[in-house]
């Protein structure tokens, strides 16, 4: 894996200036920038061509660079504890004093913090000096980027700097629960919920269908390849690519595979670049055959499910 201390260096040194840059992390590649700064933040929503009631996910290296930026409760603790650093995103009270830009939070009196565990953002983020927000490297309702390849494909130039660090391992993102009042999962993601309901003994809610936006990954429309999906469906189209959960023993030219043997984890780690893989070969549209709905392949099916609302967008 390509990355020293050079590397590092520089993107420390395209960060301080105010420019946004591309990191990975064990989710998804990341579109980062200085938390605490407007002018930089700007830029993520610009480049991506976010909606501004789009809140950003915000990266620290560890809870003691969060305690000046964020009030603690139990369940935080609990949950940091056993999966920090890690593919889970929290929704915590802000501090009135806290530097975090308004342009992150859309003037919201929360944020959604993550700890990443990729070993070179982990080292960014200790030595950078300040937090980054980092939404997912890709335009705004498009397939997430899961290796820097991705990444130059949706932005080109604009990007001033890939910081490199392989495909991501999990390959779908974190997942997100607020815990300012009940636990509440607002995004399934890289960390499954029956995991997460061992650590804290609750009732845990799902809030699929917001009335108001208050996190990431929040909207109908998106993680799409740009073409119409239909779920749980067998290829009865011309110029129909099937997307299938393990490989099967007679592959026809246009069945896909996420998986050899039908491991959820394999699968969530091959989605994204699956489904640019098949509109990158012209398919006009995509079949999913049925997917299990259990562990990470819940995940699986908010995003095909997301991804498949292009024609209600």
Do not use: W
């Not at 200085?34 to 290296?61: E, G, Q």
């Not at 636990?183 to 919920?193: E, M, S, T, V």
């Not at 109908?220 to 390849?225: A, G, V």
């Amino acid at each position: 894996m390509k990355s020293n201390l050079a590397n590092i260096k520089k993107a420390i040194k395209l960060l301080k200036l105010g420019e946004c840059i591309a990191i990975p992390t064990e989710t998804v590649y990341g579109l980062a920038a200085n938390a605490y700064s407007d002018k930089a933040c700007k830029k993520i929503f610009k480049l991506k061509k976010r909606p501004k009631n789009n809140p950003l996910i915000v990266h620290y290296f560890d809870h003691k660079d969060l305690i000046k930026d964020c009030n603690f409760n139990n369940d935080f603790i609990k949950l940091y504890t056993n999966f920090c650093p890690g593919p889970i995103t929290f929704i915590l009270d802000l501090k009135k004093n806290s530097k975090i830009s308004k342009v992150v939070t859309n003037k919201k009196k929360s944020l959604a913090v993550r700890f990443p565990k990729h070993p070179i953002t982990r080292n960014l983020l200790k030595k950078v000096g300040f937090p980054l927000a980092a939404p997912s490297a890709n335009l705004s309702s498009k397939v997430s980027a899961v290796c820097s390849s991705d990444v130059k494909e949706d932005f080109g130039k604009k990007i001033k700097f890939v910081l490199e660090g392989g495909k991501s391992s999990i390959g779908l993102e974190s997942t997100i629960i607020d815990l300012r009042n009940k636990p509440k999962i607002l995004r399934l993601g890289g960390l499954a919920l029956p995991d997460i309901k061992k650590i804290i003994n609750k009732k845990i809610i799902i809030e699929n269908n917001p009335s108001k936006i208050s996190s990431p990954g929040q909207f109908k429309f998106h993680y799409s390849p740009g073409i119409p999906i239909r779920l749980n469906s067998k290829p009865i189209k011309d110029q129909e690519a099937y997307l299938l959960i393990r490989k099967q023993k007679k592959m026809k030219k246009n069945y896909y595979f996420l998986s050899r043997n039908g491991d959820l984890k394999e699968a969530a780690k091959n989605l994204y670049s699956t489904l640019r893989k098949i509109k990158k070969d012209n398919y006009k549209s995509i079949a999913v055959e049925k997917i299990p709905n259990k562990g990470i392949g819940r995940a699986i099916n908010d995003r095909l499910f997301r991804a498949s609302n292009l024609n209600e967008n």
